[in-house]
């Protein structure tokens, strides 16, 4: 797999019917090794190592319905009250960013209601606060890391 915009992870890999397989942390199994889930692994990667969101407030495709159509999210990351904090959208390294991939992101955002979204390809990433009041999202330099929740 090629490199990406993010440090070197140390990854467990395993070959199996002639296919490789990453090990997926959140999910606790092995995965087949395709180029959406090698940014994926990353992405999570740095959302624990970089960022300090706990694994246990991870959670990788999960199927949700959007205008009666099933569809799945790539990463979400819950807050300790059970909202989604950011929603993130991986595409494979040769899937350029575009207005397409906003709006996918978008219109899952209008079920899941995530205050920050990330869309990246491992080469290029967008990071974006939600402002709900205006029905818009600002584009960030970066994420914020987490922050423990005072009750």
Same mark, same amino acid.
């Given at each position: 797999?090629?490199?990406? #915009?993010?440090?070197? $992870?140390?990854?467990?890999?395993?070959?199996?019917?002639?296919?490789? $397989?990453?090990?997926?942390?959140?999910? !606790?199994?092995?995965?087949?090794?395709?180029?959406?889930?090698?940014?994926?692994?990353?992405? @999570?990667? %740095?959302?624990? &190592?970089? !960022?300090?969101?706990?694994? &246990?407030?991870? #959670?990788?495709? !999960?199927?949700?319905?959007?205008?009666?159509?099933?569809?799945? $999210?790539? @990463?979400?990351?819950?807050?300790? &009250?059970?909202?989604?904090?950011?929603? @993130?959208?991986?595409?494979?390294?040769?899937? @350029?960013?575009?207005?397409?991939?906003?709006?996918?992101?978008?219109?899952?955002?209008?079920?899941?209601?995530?205050? $920050? /979204?990330?869309?990246? #390809?491992? /080469?290029? %990433?967008?990071?974006?606060?939600?402002?709900?009041?205006?029905?818009?999202? #600002?584009? /960030?330099?970066?994420?914020?890391?987490? !922050?423990?929740?005072?009750?």
């Amino acid at each position: 797999m090629q490199p990406l #915009n993010y440090p070197a $992870y140390d990854f467990r890999f395993k070959n199996r019917e002639n296919k490789v $397989y990453i090990f997926d942390a959140v999910r !606790k199994k092995f995965v087949v090794l395709q180029p959406e889930e090698w940014v994926r692994q990353h992405v @999570v990667q %740095h959302l624990v &190592s970089e !960022k300090k969101y706990p694994i &246990s407030h991870i #959670n990788v495709e !999960k199927q949700l319905t959007v205008n009666k159509l099933k569809k799945r $999210y790539d @990463v979400v990351i819950f807050n300790p &009250s059970g909202t989604i904090e950011v929603l @993130v959208e991986c595409k494979a390294p040769q899937v @350029v960013i575009t207005q397409q991939v906003f709006d996918q992101i978008a219109r899952y955002n209008l079920q899941l209601k995530a205050r $920050y /979204l990330i869309v990246t #390809n491992g /080469l290029d %990433h967008f990071f974006c606060e939600m402002d709900f009041e205006n029905e818009q999202y #600002n584009f /960030l330099r970066d994420i914020p890391g987490y !922050k423990v929740q005072q009750p």
